[in-house]
Structure formats: structure tokens, C-alpha cells
């Protein structure tokens, strides 16, 4: 028993950087019924441009944090309000998504070069504590990201929830003709949407490169698919369900590294196309039903 809470507590960070790379991905699929598989590697840039302020112009982690999350905010809105909006039907858009992973993969070596880059932890050392007479230990940095994230999405579904922008987001995702007739902005909606997507993505991007101190292209590569299952897990036609979705999933993975390390992996997307087959609203959605 102890050495399973000791694994959960050693990834506890996974928790929260899925979580809010996951909500991204929600955020801009129901404000516009698009996956935005590009999210990863807009992200990415967002750590990377935190990396090169604390590398190049000596910026400390604080405020490489917040340079980084303002640059793919606006890399989000620009995308959504030059690209996507002027694109009619999702397939295309969809492709664009994915011809961004190319252009951006391709456009990070040349705009910060090719030595790698490090990134500095928020906090050092971990907390021992003894819980039913187990010894356990929690890393700092790791806590943080967990608290952090935990508090920034339960503030964005607050957003949604209590304030006219959420009110906007929640009615252009229920139904957009109905909302800009009603005179929402969807535009805007759906602008700030992927602003706010990119920014969540950034910040879980940062996160990830504080806890093993490194930056690279491929950094979110397991982060983004895992993200995805979490999505389809939590249910597609919530904005809360994916974000709780992705508290289960490194969970799942630790029982089944427990069983089998090397299927670790198999095991998990077994179970995710079960599950989309007993309930394919997910765990956490309710079913939707249009009358014909």
C-alpha cells in the first residue's frame, strides 16, 4: 500500500499538467467543435520562450513563467482569429491544426537555436510526513504544480460559470447561430477561447519543463496523447468531465505500471476503448439527445 501511494504522490505533477492541458483541448473543441491538435506545440513554444528569457536575458523563473504564458496567449488568439475563423468546415480546419505541428516544428530550431535549454525548479526538496503509519515524501516542486493547477482550472470553471465571458463561451458552445443572434460576440468567444486554451497549455508545458528541468520539442509528446484519452475518459460533452478525467489517468497508469511496466501504456488504452464502448459519453458526461 505504501509503495502505491508513494508512486501517485512522485506524479502527483501529472495530474495537474494534464489537467490543464486538457481543459485547453476542451475549451477550443466546444467553442468550435475542433480538436486542436496543434495545442502541444503551441505550448511548447510558450516553454521555450520561458526557457530563453531565463537563459538569455536573465529573467528569474516567476517571470519567465509569465513571459512564456502571455506569448502563446496571443499565439492563440491569433490563430483563432486570422486562421481558423476563415476556414470553413471542421476537416479543414483540422488539417490546419495539424500543418501547424509541421510549421511550428519546424520554426522552433530556427527562432531559438539547437543547444538545449534548461529550466529552473519553483522550489527545491521534498516533505516527509508519515500518513496511517506509513513514511511518506512529496516533492515541493511537484506539490506546487499540483496546488497551482488545481486553483487556476477551479478559477476558469468559475469564469464559466459566474461571469458573462463564461456565460458567452457556454452559449457559443451550446449553440453559436443562437448565441451571435442573441448578441454574443462569438468571434471574441471563440478568440479568447483558444487564447486562454494556449495559455493553459503553456502553463502545463512550463510546468512539465520545471519538474525535470529541461526544454525540448518533444517534451509533450506523452503529455498531449494522454491528454486526449483524458478527454474521451472524462466525457466530450462536459467542460468539467475532461478535467477530471485527467486526475484518473496517471492513477490508472501507476496501477498498471504496478502490474506490468512495459504495457503500462497497452493496458491503459484497453481499458479507454472499453469504456468508450460501455459509455460513450465518458465517465463523467451525461448523454445528449436531439429531437429529430
Not at 119 to 125: E, H, I, L, T, V
Request: hydrophobic share 60%.
Amino acid at each position: 500500500m505504501a509503495d502505491i501511494l508513494q508512486l501517485i504522490l512522485n506524479n502527483i505533477y501529472l495530474i495537474g499538467i494534464l489537467a490543464l492541458s486538457t481543459l485547453g483541448i476542451t475549451l477550443t473543441f466546444k467553442t468550435v467543435n475542433v480538436a486542436n491538435f496543434s495545442q502541444s506545440i503551441t505550448s511548447t513554444v510558450g516553454a521555450y520562450a520561458a526557457a530563453f528569457l531565463m537563459r538569455e536575458l536573465g529573467a528569474g523563473v516567476w517571470l519567465s513563467t509569465v513571459g512564456g504564458v502571455a506569448l502563446s496567449f496571443v499565439i492563440g488568439f491569433i490563430i483563432d482569429a486570422v486562421i481558423i475563423r476563415n476556414i470553413a468546415g471542421g476537416s479543414g480546419r483540422i488539417m490546419v491544426t495539424i500543418g501547424l505541428i509541421v510549421l511550428i516544428t519546424a520554426a522552433i530550431p530556427l527562432i531559438f537555436g539547437t543547444i538545449p535549454y534548461n529550466f529552473s525548479r519553483y522550489f527545491d526538496g521534498s516533505i516527509d510526513f508519515t500518513l496511517f503509519g506509513m513514511p511518506l515524501y512529496v516533492n515541493k516542486n511537484s506539490l506546487f504544480i499540483f496546488i497551482t493547477s488545481a486553483v487556476i482550472i477551479l478559477a476558469i470553471f468559475a469564469a464559466l460559470r459566474f461571469t458573462k465571458w463564461g456565460l458567452g463561451v457556454r452559449g457559443t458552445a451550446s449553440n453559436a447561430y443562437v448565441a451571435a443572434m442573441m448578441g454574443v460576440n462569438t468571434d471574441l468567444m471563440t478568440a479568447f477561447s483558444w487564447a486562454v486554451s494556449s495559455a493553459c497549455g503553456a502553463l502545463a508545458a512550463i510546468f512539465c519543463a520545471s519538474q525535470t528541468t529541461s526544454v525540448s520539442i518533444t517534451m509533450l509528446a506523452n503529455i498531449d496523447a494522454n491528454s486526449l484519452l483524458a478527454f474521451v475518459v472524462g466525457g466530450i460533452p462536459s467542460f468539467y468531465g475532461p478535467a477530471l478525467g485527467a486526475a484518473v489517468i496517471p492513477i490508472l497508469l501507476v496501477f498498471f505500471a504496478l502490474i506490468n511496466g512495459l504495457w503500462a501504456n497497452s493496458m491503459l488504452y484497453i481499458l479507454v476503448m472499453l469504456l468508450v464502448l460501455i459509455k460513450p459519453e465518458g465517465l463523467f458526461g451525461t448523454k445528449v439527445l436531439k429531437k429529430v
